[in-house]
């Protein structure tokens, strides 16, 4: 008689086992920067101006996701890029942290890293609060074409979820060339009075045209004369000396 009790005794204490675990172990998650996915190297071939990134944010999922080996112990993470050809401007970028868990924070921006060093508290339970590290204010350039990730790739602080290993984006970046627009016509350089010459517009360095503004410009008087997505436009009233120039605007 006392066999299916003991039975489901067991289960219960197994039932309990997998739950409490669930409820202690987490994965820290990672609010990743915007700002760097369209970089612009419109400052010439050699580099770009400087972006502003938003904050990254790395927060506990569970209490003991930010391993804290003692009191008053320093610990360090150090974020950079995967690839690519990007730039921190170096000395600026600032962190905050919140929770019990730090007495304090300090950080190092170079051009290729993110250093942020991390002081255990004195007093309290660091383990037994969610505690979160924001990194603000960081700005990045590119030097070449190409894209990258933000990644953690040292430093000595055990993070569930956000270790060296795990390979978590924090910040997607992308560089591109500025787009060349061209304009072309289907009769040469001269034309008769009166005659039908049409122009096309075109723009390089893989960018998708969305509009396409052709402009009569005759001595600095700028007219616009058709603004669409077509990148055609014709026309058999031309005078001599009248210019024609084309904006292309693309989907960026």
Same mark, same amino acid.
């Given at each position: 008689?006392?066999?299916?009790?003991?039975?489901?005794?067991?289960?219960?204490?197994?039932?309990?086992?997998?739950?409490?675990?669930?409820?202690?172990?987490?994965?820290?998650?990672?609010?990743?920067?915007?700002?760097?996915?369209?970089?612009?190297?419109?400052?010439?071939?050699?580099?770009?101006?400087?972006?502003?990134?938003?904050?990254?944010?790395?927060?506990?999922?569970?209490?003991?996701?930010?391993?804290?080996?003692?009191?008053?112990?320093?610990?360090?993470?150090?974020?950079?890029?995967?690839?690519?050809?990007? !730039?921190?401007?170096?000395?600026?970028? $600032?962190?905050?942290? /919140?929770? +019990?868990?730090?007495?304090?924070?300090? #950080? =190092?921006? @170079?051009?290729?890293?993110?250093?942020?060093?991390?002081?255990?508290?004195?007093?309290?339970?660091?383990?037994?609060?969610?505690?979160?590290?924001?990194?603000?204010?960081?700005?990045?350039?590119?030097?070449?074409?190409?894209?990258?990730?933000?990644?953690?790739?040292?430093?000595?602080?055990?993070?569930?979820?956000?270790?060296?290993?795990?390979?978590?984006?924090?910040?997607?970046?992308?560089?591109? !060339?500025?787009?060349?627009?061209?304009? $072309?016509?289907?009769? /040469?350089? +001269?034309?008769?009075?009166?005659?039908? #010459? =049409?122009? @096309?517009?075109?723009?390089?360095?893989?960018?998708?045209?969305?509009?396409?503004?052709?402009?009569?410009?005759?001595?600095?008087?700028?007219?616009?004369?058709?603004?669409?997505?077509?990148?055609?436009?014709?026309?058999?009233?031309?005078?001599?000396?009248?210019?024609?120039?084309?904006?292309?605007?693309?989907?960026?």
């Amino acid at each position: 008689m006392s066999q299916p009790s003991l039975n489901k005794f067991v289960l219960l204490v197994g039932l309990c086992l997998v739950l409490c675990s669930n409820k202690l172990y987490g994965q820290a998650t990672v609010t990743p920067a915007t700002g760097g996915e369209s970089i612009c190297l419109n400052a010439g071939p050699s580099a770009s101006n400087y972006f502003n990134l938003s904050d990254i944010v790395i927060t506990e999922t569970a209490a003991n996701d930010f391993d804290f080996p003692g009191i008053l112990q320093t610990q360090n993470i150090v974020l950079s890029f995967n690839g690519g050809s990007f !730039e921190f401007q170096p000395g600026v970028g $600032t962190v905050s942290v /919140g929770g +019990t868990g730090f007495s304090s924070s300090s #950080i =190092t921006v @170079t051009a290729t890293s993110v250093d942020v060093s991390l002081t255990s508290a004195i007093l309290g339970s660091p383990n037994t609060v969610i505690n979160t590290i924001t990194i603000s204010g960081l700005m990045v350039r590119a030097t070449a074409t190409g894209s990258a990730e933000i990644r953690r790739t040292g430093g000595t602080m055990p993070i569930n979820g956000d270790d060296i290993a795990d390979g978590v984006n924090h910040g997607t970046l992308n560089a591109y !060339e500025p787009p060349i627009a061209s304009l $072309t016509d289907d009769k /040469g350089s +001269t034309i008769c009075a009166n005659e039908l #010459i =049409t122009f @096309t517009g075109s723009i390089t360095n893989g960018k998708t045209a969305a509009n396409y503004e052709f402009i009569l410009d005759p001595n600095g008087a700028r007219t616009s004369l058709q603004s669409s997505a077509s990148s055609t436009y014709s026309t058999s009233s031309l005078s001599n000396g009248d210019e024609i120039s084309v904006v292309i605007t693309d989907t960026d």
